[in-house]
Structures are given as structure tokens and as C-alpha cells.
């Protein structure tokens, strides 16, 4: 006997509706599960003072500093160094099979697994160029690894400028520099700062990479030559350690946070950029 | 005057870019370099095939490691892939536009939580819970193909979703206008359409799993031994490079480096294959 | 008896190639100082081409090349020493769709002058009232010209595009690519009288889909067909009496 399509459509959908729901679930269990145990740990005193006695008492404020240092590092040079790759890739170079291999290397770079930027930045800023556990190990290990990510977007972003902006400017006598900076780039901005934000928020949870270039000392850094422990490293050696549950779970709490805060606010800006555009 | 500004300009901006494309070449050659002259050294057979994993004694046999990988990546998308399918197509196709508005950024948001996060929630909640109902450790294959499963389903449901969004209508209401129900409409019709972005999807997803370190570690338990069953502890590629890097000097840190080719060449070629699958649907239209 | 006004723009055997086709074959034109010169012709005859290369705004397309001369004020503007920013700064155009930079209206009329070096605020206010006056345009915007631009009409954004080109100190030569094409009669006439007002001033070139505006606003007519100059004179006798038969058959509404 066949089975009606409008039954068929109820089992279909009951079995889809399922999987869609079990997946929200576990995702919102996850976020909610760890903000309940994590945020009555979270006060002005644990983000204020620093770690005491390994972790076990105390706050995190040395690894909030760590968390915003090294991004910031990681950004100050990715940022220049992207941005004008992608300016010089779209405004002043043709499409040939050389522009196309890079763009197919960067895309392709973007998903190496972060603990091999973990291994290369160890073995040749730690080890080989002698710059030991630091900030700066882990921000150019870092900027190399969002670097294929911020040439994209803003790539993107530059693209999406119409050219008859472009062919204004030059009609207007403004020569291509000229045109860039002062009808292109302002207009890519918005898209551009999203793609670093979302950069930033992927700097902020990564571990892999960054426990093994910038080490992980709870002292406050007084140069970029000095070991920083990010909110993520000192998460993950507090919970495989076995130190403080409670404080574990703070931690997490201000972790999740901090990236929803930073990823809400990209967003924030997409959005921006495409009413603007709409406009 | 305004001619010297142009050339600089330009120069400036050209050795920006190189600069750039330098430093990514460079891990790239970094890599290989390091890499590649150790499996001569050892061999390939016995570094891939080999189950000897003894750096002190110079033996480095990654076999149980690519075992533990591959077990570790199909469990994950075992449990991702048909989770993230059904809810692409369901949120696409079977949900209000308003309720997709609020559910799409919230599972893209989820994409951002660390994946250390996902570890410690494996250890505290996962791990016991199958030490208790199924016996073993509790790390194991199981614990790490579960957490990995969630921690790829952001991936596989947003670019699956674009890829069904990316369906045209026309097919949609054709398909309608002859009196299939909206379900027919999507498992005779769009699902096909999109395919080549839905096993994109899996495969970029595939990628993510294999490349995962901090969440495996947390909770696969690290032994070097093939698994028998799924309760069995294992320890998988990017494990074994995170925990012997500290210790590693000379040959065996080359290994780790040739570990790393490995997984960068596996993981190079499914993204190539994804963005493929990508490109030829585009081009398709 | 009208004095003859001196050449302004001379054209002589001008070619214009993308990869192998030729856009324009052959081409030999005089266009004289403070005159209207109409070009009209059936799409793809070459006319946006032609105005293209006049501001060398072709090289912008890398397939494009050219041969044959073309002398603004007796200098060859395709020489290699030629300094081509320049060349834009006395040869503005304005565009078929009006293209607002996306910034308000003061800043949109500046931008020209500011690329020249003008900073001084009050002569740049000086320069946006009077460009946006000669524009007939300046009663409807200068309680806001912080607007953005992008806000106004099709009309008021053409006018604006006209006013940029204005704007620009050293301008002597506009070029018009049908820009009226998208606009409503009332704008389309303003632009007409703009036009007619500014050729005292200016050499003018408009490029026309439509006859009949080309009948109303320029003294000389040229006549495009197919990548070929196929006749060119005074307008009045280029409509009563053609020379050549496709010109006929053009503004008689035969084929267009």
C-alpha cells in the first residue's frame, strides 16, 4: 500500500523538526549550562583582580589583559598587511591565472588546522628567532593565521564598491591612489572592520595556537616581549588541571560572553553596511 | 609631483602585498621543509603504517593516530552531517521567515564558543555519562566523535542553508504547481539543486573535525593504542602534535612536523574539493 | 554673420580597437570652442566610445587601444607626456545613469577642487554655490547640502553630477553621455537650458539618443552609424537637408 504524500510530508517533517530541535537544544544546554554554573562566579572583583595562587582564588584580570593584547597585536599587523594585499589584488592588478592561484592559496591556507600555527609559530618565533613565550610570538603567529581571512573580506568588501564610483572619480581628475582612499576604501570600510571583528572574536577562543607562542604566565605583561595567559589558555589549564572548577566555569562565562559580545557587534555592523548599501 | 605619489602608491602597496603572500608561502614551505626530508628519513611506510609510537626510542609509528583521527572525523559527521542537513532544509523550507531571522545567527553565534569550552563540557558531563551507561573510561572515540559532531554542526547547517536558500524559487513553485506537497517539492527537487553545497558543507566540516586539537584532548583520552570499540581512549593527529611538542627535540620533532604535512595535505585537498563542489554549482547557472 | 568660433577639439583619423574589433574606424572631426556639438545615432554606433576617448577615460579598459590623433588646443592628448589627471580636470563628463558619490552634497561639488588643492573653506563655499547655481539647482539643495546625495531625484542627482563638473577651475570641455536618458521632462529641460546658458563658457559635446533634443540644443550635429562618422554640420541643415541618405533615413525616424 502506498503511503499518502501529505503523511509522507508529517513524517518528514516530524523527523526534520526533531533534528532541528535536538540541535538548538544541545547548543542553547550548552551555552545556558555553563553561563548558570559560570556567571555567580562572574563579579566586578573576578574581572578586576588578578589570579592568586595558580588560579585557584582570585580573578582573571591578567588574562582579560592577555585577551585583548594579543588579538590586538595579532590585528595591528594583519590588519595593514591584509588590507593592502587586497587593495593591491583588486584595484591595481588584472585578473590572471597568477591572482587566481593566490586567492585559491589563501583560501586553502584558511583551514589549517590551528595546532599546526601552534607547532610553526613555536618551532620558528619561540625557538628559531628567539623571541621566546611572548606577545609577539603569539600575535605574528596569530596575525598569520586570520591573515587569509582579512584578505578575503576585505577583498570582498572593495569588490562590492560599483565601478561607477570609480569611473566618477577618475572622470573628476583623481588618479587610481586618490580614487582608493577617498571614494573606494571608505565605502568598503564597513565591510572590512567586520571581517577583522570576526577575526577577533575567532582570536579570542583560540587555544591551540596560542598556549604554545605566547606560553601562558599570569603576570601582567610589561612589554611584547613578555609571556601573556589569554582568558581560553588559562580556561583550559585551570579545567584540565583539575584547579578550581568554579573558577573554571567563571572563566567560561566570561569567555562565551566576550565572543558573543564581539561577534553580535560584527554583525551589528554587516548589518549596517547593508542597509547602507540599500540606501 | 602628483606622478611620484602614484609610483609610490603603487610600490608601496605592491610590497605590502608580497610581504603578505610572503609570510603565508612561508609556513607553508616552513612546514614542508621540516616535514617532508623526516618521512624519507624513516621511511613512509613505517611512519604511516607503523603502530610504534616511541620518540625516545626513535620510533614513530603515527598508524594508531591516523586510526584514531579517521574514526574520530566519520563518528563526528555521522552525527553532524544528517543533524546539520535536516536542520538546514527544515529551517529553510518548513519554518516562518521570522523564526529563521532569530534561529540562523543564534547557531552562527554558537559557532564562536571555544572549542575548549566544548571539551570541558565533554569531561564534566559526556564522559561520565558514558562510563556510566556503556562502561570504559568514558574518554574515548565515542566521547570525542559526540562533542566533535556538535562542535561542526554551525558549519554544516549555515552553508548548507545557502546552498538550499541559493535555489531558485522557480523550482520551488514549479514544483508546487504540479501538486507535489512541500515536502516532495524538497526531496525530489531541492535537495538535488543544492547537493554540491550540502557535500561541500560535510566535507569543509570533515576538514574542521580532522584539524580539532583542544576539544579532542579534553576528552579522547590520549592513549596510543587502535580502538576495538568506541568506548576505547584515543589519541588522534593534532593530540599527539599538541602533546609532544614541548618535549620534542631533533628527529622527533620532526615527526611532528611531518604529522602536520599529513594533516595539512589531507585537510588542502577536502577544502579543495569543497570549494569545487562550490564553484562548478555557480558556474552550473 | 557669426564670427567662426576656433577649434577647440580636433580629430583626425582616429581608430579605437577592443582586442581585434574596431569600435571606431576612421574618424575626422573638428568641434569648435563654446558651441553645442550633438552627436546622434542608433545604439552601439560608437557615440559612448567616441566620448570615452575623449577624456581618455577608455584606458581604463586594458583591451582598448587607439591610433590617430586627437589635439585639444593643438596638443595631442594620446602622447605619451601627456599628463592624462589634467586632461580630466579641462574635459569633464557626465554619465547616462547620474552617479551621486556616496557623500553629502557638499562634498560630492568639492571633490574635484579638493584633489586640485583647495582647501581654503570659504573659497570651496564660494565654489559650491556658484557650481550648484550654474547647475540650476542650488534653490533646491542649499538649505541641506550635509544630505547625502544619494537622497536626492534622478533629475536633482544629474544636476549634481553637473555641478561637480562645474566645480573644477580649469574646466573647459563637458562631455554628456545621455543624460537625460532616465529623466522626466521637467529635469530634462532645466538641463537643456543649463546647457544652452553654460556654452558661453564651455565647449560642449552631448551625446543623444534622441533626435529631437539634439534638433533643440546644438548648433553642429554629428551623425554615428556603426563605428563610422557618417556626416557632420550645422544642425539646422543636418535635419532639413541631409547629405547622405542614412542620415535621413535616422532623423526622419526611418530606423532607430
Redesign the interface.
Known amino acids: 500500500m502506498r503511503i499518502p504524500p501529505k503523511i509522507t510530508q508529517v513524517i518528514a517533517v516530524a523527523i526534520l523538526g526533531t533534528a532541528t530541535f535536538l540541535t538548538v537544544v544541545i547548543l542553547v544546554f550548552i551555552i545556558g549550562f555553563v553561563l548558570s554554573k559560570g556567571l555567580p562566579g562572574v563579579n566586578a572583583e573576578f574581572l578586576l583582580s588578578a589570579p592568586k595562587d595558580m588560579g585557584r582564588a582570585g580573578g582573571i584580570f591578567t588574562t582579560l589583559v592577555g585577551t585583548v593584547l594579543l588579538p590586538l597585536v595579532a590585528v595591528a599587523i594583519a590588519f595593514p598587511l591584509g588590507v593592502g594585499t587586497a587593495v593591491y589584488l583588486s584595484e591595481y592588478t588584472r585578473e590572471t591565472q597568477l591572482t587566481r592561484a593566490l586567492r585559491f592559496g589563501t583560501d586553502c591556507l584558511a583551514g589549517i588546522p590551528s595546532i599546526i600555527f601552534g607547532l610553526f609559530g613555536f618551532i620558528f618565533f619561540v625557538v628559531m628567532l628567539k623571541m621566546g613565550w611572548s606577545l609577539l610570538s603569539g600575535g605574528l603567529t596569530l596575525a598569520i593565521m586570520v591573515l587569509p581571512t582579512i584578505i578575503r573580506t576585505s577583498e570582498e568588501a572593495i569588490r562590492s564598491v560599483p565601478n561607477s564610483y570609480r569611473e566618477v572619480s577618475f572622470s573628476l581628475g583623481a588618479t587610481r591612489w586618490e580614487t582608493v582612499l577617498k571614494v573606494v576604501l571608505p565605502n568598503a570600510l564597513p565591510g572590512i572592520v567586520t571581517g577583522v571583528m570576526l577575526a577577533i572574536g575567532r582570536s579570542i577562543g583560540e587555544t591551540a595556537a596560542v598556549i604554545f607562542t605566547a606560553g601562558s604566565s599570569l603576570r601582567m605583561p610589561s612589554s611584547v616581549f613578555d609571556s601573556v595567559r589569554t582568558m581560553s589558555v588559562h580556561f583550559y589549564i585551570l579545567a584540565t588541571e583539575g584547579i578550581s572548577d568554579e573558577k573554571a566555569y567563571a572563566t567560561a562565562a566570561v569567555l562565551i560572553l566576550s565572543v558573543l559580545l564581539v561577534n553580535l557587534a560584527a554583525y551589528g555592523m554587516m548589518h549596517r553596511f547593508i542597509s547602507r548599501r540599500a540606501r | 609631483m ?1 606622478f611620484n ?2 609610483k609610490i ?2 610600490y ?3 610590497l ?2 608580497f ?3 610572503a ?3 612561508l ?2 614551505v ?2 614542508l621543509k ?1 616535514g617532508v626530508p623526516f618521512m624519507f628519513k624513516v621511511g613512509l611506510k613505517d611512519f604511516l603504517f607503523s603502530s610504534d609510537w616511541n620518540p625516545q626510542a626513535g620510533k614513530f609509528g603515527i598508524y594508531p593516530m591516523i586510526v584514531a583521527s579517521l574514526y574520530v572525523t566519520f563518528g563526528a559527521m555521522l552525527i553532524g552531517a ?3 542537513v ?2 538546514a ?3 529553510n523550507e ?2 516562518p521567515k521570522s523564526v529563521m531571522r532569530v ?1 540562523k ?6 559557532a ?10 565533554g ?3 559526556l564522559a561520565p555519562m558514558i562510563r556510566s551507561y556503556m562502561g570504559g573510561p568514558g574518554l574515548s572515540v565515542l566521547a570525542a566523535a559526540i562533542i566533535l559532531g ?1 562542535m561542526v ?2 558549519t554544516v ?1 549555515s552553508i548548507s542553508t545557502d546552498a538550499i536558500a541559493a535555489v531558485p524559487n522557480s523550482y520551488r513553485e514549479g514544483a508546487l504547481a504540479l501538486g ?5 517539492s ?2 525530489m527537487v531541492i535537495i538535488k539543486a543544492a547537493r554540491s553545497g550540502i557535500i561541500a558543507s560535510i566535507i ?1 566540516a570533515m ?2 573535525a ?5 576539544a579532542v ?2 576528552v579522547a583520552g590520549n592513549t596510543v593504542k587502535i580502538p576495538q570499540t568506541v568506548t576505547d581512549p584515543v589519541r588522534t593527529l ?1 593530540a599527539n ?2 602533546l609532544e ?2 618535549n620534542a627535540t631533533g628527529l622527533a ?1 620532526e615527526a ?2 611531518a604529522t ?1 604535512v599529513v ?2 595535505v589531507v ?2 585537498i ?3 574539493i569543497a ?1 569545487s563542489a562550490i564553484k562548478s554549482r555557480v558556474r552550473k547557472k | 554673420m557669426i564670427p567662426l568660433h576656433p577649434i577647440k577639439i580636433s580629430v583626425t583619423d582616429f581608430h579605437v580597437y577592443h582586442e581585434k574589433d574596431e569600435a571606431l574606424r576612421g574618424l575626422n572631426l573638428e568641434v569648435r570652442a563654446h558651441r553645442i556639438l550633438g552627436i546622434i545615432g542608433p545604439s552601439g554606433a560608437g557615440k559612448t566610445t567616441f566620448l570615452r576617448a575623449l577624456n581618455r577615460l577608455n584606458d581604463l579598459v586594458p583591451e582598448m587601444h587607439v591610433e590617430g590623433r586627437v589635439l585639444l588646443d593643438g596638443q595631442d592628448i594620446y602622447h605619451p607626456d601627456f599628463d592624462v589627471v589634467s586632461l580630466r580636470k579641462r574635459v569633464g563628463m557626465l554619465f547616462a545613469l547620474p552617479v551621486a558619490l556616496p557623500m553629502s552634497i557638499y562634498e560630492n561639488v568639492v571633490y574635484g577642487p579638493r584633489l586640485s588643492g583647495v582647501r581654503d573653506r570659504t573659497r570651496l563655499n564660494e565654489i559650491v554655490e556658484r557650481s550648484l547655481k550654474s547647475a540650476f539647482i542650488w534653490d533646491e539643495v542649499k538649505d541641506r547640502l550635509q544630505m547625502s546625495g544619494l537622497r536626492l531625484s534622478g533629475g536633482q542627482q544629474q544636476r549634481l553630477c553637473l555641478a561637480r563638473v562645474l566645480a573644477m577651475e580649469e574646466m573647459e570641455v563637458i562631455l554628456l553621455d545621455e543624460p537625460c536618458s532616465g529623466l522626466d521632462p521637467i529635469s530634462t529641460a532645466k538641463i537643456e537650458e543649463a546647457l544652452t546658458i553654460l556654452k558661453s563658457r564651455y565647449t560642449i559635446i552631448l551625446v543623444t539618443n534622441n533626435t529631437k533634443q539634439a534638433a533643440r540644443v546644438a548648433d553642429e550635429t554629428a551623425f554615428f552609424l556603426s563605428g563610422e562618422m557618417v556626416e557632420y554640420g550645422n544642425t539646422e541643415q543636418i535635419f532639413t537637408v541631409p547629405r547622405d541618405v542614412r542620415t535621413n533615413d535616422y532623423v526622419t525616424g526611418r530606423f532607430g
Open positions: 602628483k605619489g602614484e602608491a603603487k608601496s602597496l605592491m605590502v602585498a610581504s603578505a603572500l609570510s603565508l608561502l609556513i607553508a616552513f612546514i621540516e544528517p543533524l546539520g535536516a536542520g532544509i527544515f529551517l518548513f519554518v534561529i545567527p543564534t547557531i552562527e553565534l554558537l564562536g564558543i571555544p572549542s575548549v569550552v566544548f571539551g570541558f563540557l569531561v564534566m558531563v556538535i554542526l554551525p547547517i507535489a506537497t512541500r515536502w516532495q524538497v526531496h569543509l576538514g574542521r580532522l584539524g580539532e586539537t583542544m584532548i579534553m593534532t602534535i599538541a611538542m614541548a620533532r611532528l612536523f602536520g594533516l595539512f585537510i588542502m577536502l577544502n579543495a570549494l
